[in-house]
Nanobody
Framework: EVQLEEFGGGLVQPGGSLRLSCAAS????????MRWVRQAPGKDLEWVAG????????TYTDSVKGRFTISRDNAKSALYLQMNSLKPEDTAVYYC?????RGRGTQVTVSS
């Protein structure tokens, strides 16, 4: 059974940083493309970043380019999202995702 569990959310001031982690299990993690997605209050689910299985090529939605970095540790079956220069509009529940499967998410709130 695929299991994904996110950690690391919290309340941070604008301009601050957070690092999200995702623990994956139940599938051969190193073989799969992984994503971070988010959902802000009252809005649709939004793709944030993705990372390939092989070379680990990274892609980002325009609004986070230059501020967020996705990475993975295949030995630990772990996915990460380093978020810098956070803005209030980054406030959302963040999920790691394998295809259509997501974890329970972790809340990120950016507010002064």
């Amino acid at each position: 059974e695929v299991q994904l569990e996110e950690f690391g959310g919290g309340l941070v001031q604008p301009g601050g940083s957070l690092r999200l982690s995702c623990a994956a299990s139940g599938f051969p993690f190193k073989n799969y493309h992984m994503r971070w997605v988010r959902q802000a209050p009252g809005k649709d689910l939004e793709w944030v970043a993705g990372i390939g299985s092989g070379s680990g090529s990274e892609t980002y939605t325009d609004s986070v380019k230059g501020r967020f970095t996705i990475s993975r540790d295949n030995a630990k079956s772990a996915l990460y999202l380093q978020m810098n220069s956070l803005k209030p509009e980054d406030t959302a529940v963040y999920y790691c995702a394998l295809g259509a499967t997501r974890g329970r998410g972790t809340q990120v709130t950016v507010s002064s």
